[in-house]
C-alpha cells in the first residue's frame, strides 16, 4: 500500500489559487488497497494494449460501434467487443495527460490479463461475460474472501473494469449536459464521489481529487472526441452512452446475482 500511496501522494498537483477544493465524499462500502483499478501485489507492469498504428487516436464513433456490438440478442456481453470498446476509451483517457495516465496504465493492465484468457486454452469459456462467470464460479476459479489462489481470474479482472466504466459513463454524461461554462474538475469529482471513491483509501481519494484541477475544459474535452464540433460530439455521446449504460446495467446484474460485486 506504501507504494500506492507514494505513487500518487507525489504527484505533481495544486490546486490553483482562488478555487475551492471539489468535494469528494466518503461513501459507504468497503475500502479497498488499489490505486485507481487496482495494483497487483506482485508488480503487474503498466503494459500498452496491442493496437495499430491507425488506430492510435481516439474516435468516439469507434467507441459507439463496439458498445453497439456487445450485447447480442441474448443481453450476454460479448468480451471481444467489451474490451475493444476499452481500449477506445484507453485512447481517450491517454489524451487528457498525466492525470490520467495512471487510470489508463491500470486499465491497460487489465485488458491484458483478459486477452491473455480469451486466447488461452480455455479461450471457449471466455466468450461472453455470463459464459466467463459461469465457467470461473462452478470451476471454484474466483477467490470469494480474499486474494489467493486465483488473484487474477477473469470475473475480478472484469469486475475493476466495470467499476472505471461506471465513472467513465457518469463523467460522460455529465460533460454532455453541463452548460458551456461547467467546470470540469467538478463534473469528474461528483461522478468519482458516486462510484470508484467508495473502493479507495481517504488518501488516495484526496490526491486524485487535487489533481481533477489539471483537466481541460469543457469544450477541449469535446473537440478530443474527433468527431467535429462541440455540438456533434455531445449528439455522439447522447448517441453512445445509451450502450454504455445498458451494459454496464446487465453486468452489473449479473454480478450482483452471483454475489460478485465484492470480490477482494
Same mark, same amino acid.
Given at each position: 500500500?506504501?507504494?500506492?500511496?507514494?505513487? *500518487?501522494?507525489?504527484?505533481?498537483?495544486?490546486?490553483?489559487?482562488?478555487?475551492?477544493?471539489?468535494?469528494?465524499?466518503?461513501?459507504? $462500502?468497503?475500502? $479497498?488497497?488499489?490505486?485507481?483499478?487496482?495494483?497487483?501485489?506482485?508488480?503487474?507492469?503498466?503494459?500498452?494494449?496491442?493496437?495499430?498504428?491507425?488506430?492510435?487516436?481516439?474516435?468516439?464513433?469507434?467507441?459507439?460501434?463496439?458498445?453497439?456490438?456487445?450485447?447480442?440478442?441474448?443481453?450476454?456481453?460479448?468480451?471481444?467487443?467489451?474490451?475493444?470498446?476499452?481500449? $477506445?476509451?484507453?485512447?481517450?483517457?491517454?489524451?487528457?495527460?498525466? *492525470?490520467?495516465?495512471?487510470?489508463?496504465?491500470?486499465?491497460?493492465?487489465?485488458?491484458?490479463?483478459?486477452?491473455?484468457?480469451?486466447?488461452?486454452?480455455?479461450?471457449?469459456?471466455?466468450?461472453?461475460?455470463?459464459?466467463?462467470?459461469?465457467?470461473?464460479?462452478?470451476?471454484?476459479?474466483?477467490?470469494?474472501?480474499?486474494?489467493?489462489?486465483?488473484?487474477?481470474?477473469?470475473?475480478?479482472?472484469?469486475?475493476?473494469?466495470?467499476?472505471?466504466?461506471?465513472?467513465?459513463?457518469?463523467?460522460?454524461?455529465?460533460?454532455?449536459?453541463?452548460?458551456?461554462?461547467?467546470?470540469?474538475?467538478?463534473?469528474?469529482?461528483?461522478?468519482?464521489?458516486?462510484?470508484?471513491?467508495?473502493?479507495?483509501?481517504?488518501?488516495?481519494?484526496?490526491?486524485?481529487?487535487?489533481?481533477?484541477?489539471?483537466?481541460?475544459?469543457?469544450?477541449?474535452?469535446?473537440?478530443?472526441?474527433?468527431?467535429?464540433?462541440?455540438?456533434?460530439? *455531445?449528439?455522439?455521446?447522447?448517441?453512445?452512452?445509451?450502450?454504455?449504460?445498458?451494459?454496464?446495467?446487465?453486468?452489473?446484474?449479473?454480478?450482483?446475482?452471483?454475489?460478485?460485486?465484492?470480490?477482494?
Amino acid at each position: 500500500m506504501s507504494g500506492c500511496t507514494a505513487r *500518487v501522494a507525489s504527484l505533481p498537483f495544486q490546486v490553483p489559487a482562488g478555487h475551492p477544493a471539489p468535494k469528494v465524499q466518503n461513501p459507504p $462500502g468497503p475500502v $479497498g488497497r488499489e490505486l485507481l483499478l487496482d495494483v497487483s501485489p506482485k508488480g503487474v507492469k503498466p503494459l500498452s494494449v496491442r493496437m495499430d498504428d491507425s488506430e492510435s487516436e481516439f474516435s468516439l464513433k469507434v467507441v459507439l460501434v463496439h458498445f453497439k456490438q456487445c450485447l447480442n440478442e441474448k443481453e450476454e456481453v460479448l468480451l471481444e467487443h467489451y474490451l475493444t470498446g476499452w481500449k $477506445g476509451l484507453i485512447r481517450f483517457l491517454d489524451h487528457l495527460g498525466t *492525470v490520467f495516465s495512471f487510470i489508463s496504465k491500470d486499465v491497460a493492465a487489465k485488458l491484458q490479463i483478459m486477452e491473455r484468457l480469451c486466447t488461452g486454452p480455455q479461450r471457449d469459456h471466455y466468450s461472453s461475460l455470463q459464459s466467463m462467470v459461469a465457467y470461473e464460479t462452478s470451476n471454484k476459479l474466483v477467490d470469494l474472501e480474499r486474494r489467493s489462489r486465483h488473484p487474477d481470474s477473469g470475473c475480478r479482472t472484469v469486475l475493476r473494469l466495470h467499476r472505471a466504466l461506471r465513472w467513465l459513463q457518469l463523467f460522460l454524461e455529465g460533460l454532455r449536459t453541463s452548460p458551456e461554462d461547467a467546470r470540469t474538475s467538478e463534473l469528474c469529482a461528483s461522478s468519482y464521489s458516486a462510484s470508484l471513491a467508495a473502493y479507495h483509501p481517504w488518501i488516495i481519494r484526496q490526491a486524485v481529487t487535487v489533481a481533477f484541477y489539471t483537466l481541460p475544459t469543457r469544450k477541449v474535452f469535446l473537440e478530443t472526441m474527433n468527431v467535429g464540433s462541440s455540438e456533434q460530439a *455531445v449528439e455522439m455521446l447522447g448517441e453512445a452512452l445509451p450502450f454504455i449504460e445498458q451494459v454496464y446495467n446487465v453486468s452489473q446484474k449479473l454480478y450482483a446475482d452471483h454475489a460478485l460485486l465484492d470480490l477482494p
